[in-house]
């Protein structure tokens, strides 16, 4: 996952060594009586880039992450429209914010509109060049789309920090977040 990390045994939240409790909004779904821990799992499935509900429609994410959770026929359990959920989905959406994420998912909608844009128009004398200008800006933006791919995969592979320890993605979000304050 991108700001937190499981259990490989249990897939249970590893609240230890991240740093959670840092986070008042993440403390408070870890300390709510009936939250915990299952509810910060499913916070961060959620919403993390890395989730693999992320490829769901936000729709019914919700939905297939509480099964997964909670069990089925349990769902309700998830509320996102309570205060406290509510605030720890929007800090850990703030904290992973990616500018090259950010822009990846802006490039890859303009693809799509272009070559909707595209399937649109009937080829004839008249729209040649209207069809070739759109072909030159889909190819600039893949060109763009995969160079934000793989400063996302760079970034991601990023080793280990000084005495061989590394940082969670969290500890390096929050030292980021920092030094702009």
Known sequence: MYLVEFTKSSGKLIIDDDGIYAIGEFLSVLEKKGYGEPMMR???LLVDYYSPFRHRPESERHIAVAREVFGKGNES???LDCPI???AIAKYKFLQ???YREEL???RKTLHE?????RGISVNEDTVNQIKNIMKSIETFEDRYESLKEKIDTEADAGPVANNLSLYRLEKTLVLKEQFN
């Open 105 to 107: 998912a802006e490039t």
């Open 97 to 99: 914010v990616d500018p």
């Open 85 to 87: 959920i509510e605030g």
């Open 77 to 79: 359990q998830f509320k």
């Open 42 to 44: 499913a916070i961060a």
């Open 114 to 118: 272009l070559a909707f844009l595209k």
